[in-house]
């Protein structure tokens, strides 16, 4: 049965695996080894020239932020989805 009275099962079916699929590839990030070899790479003589530094750094920095703002919106998300409706 649908808890909802304005989405069918498909529709509720459809924002489960939507919601598993997003969650399945944060954690993935999470155990993911590419930053860790990055910071042996980067060690390597002659490795890069200042403009690639700055490239590189600018990079970090928007992966930084994206990181936080999906941190910020899940928390924003579930805040809102509590707000609807009783609870069960």
Do not use: N
Not at 57 to 67: G, I, P
């Amino acid at each position: 049965m649908c808890a909802s009275k304005t989405l069918d099962a498909a529709h509720l079916g459809t924002l489960e695996k939507k919601i598993t699929e997003l969650s399945d590839a944060l954690a993935k990030l999470g155990r993911d080894t590419d930053l860790r070899d990055l910071l042996r790479i980067i060690r390597r003589p002659g490795w890069t020239t200042p403009a690639e530094y700055a490239f590189c750094l600018a990079l970090l920095d928007d992966m930084q932020a994206h990181v936080t703002a999906i941190d910020a919106l899940s928390a924003r998300l579930l805040k809102a989805s509590l707000a609807v409706g009783p609870a069960a």
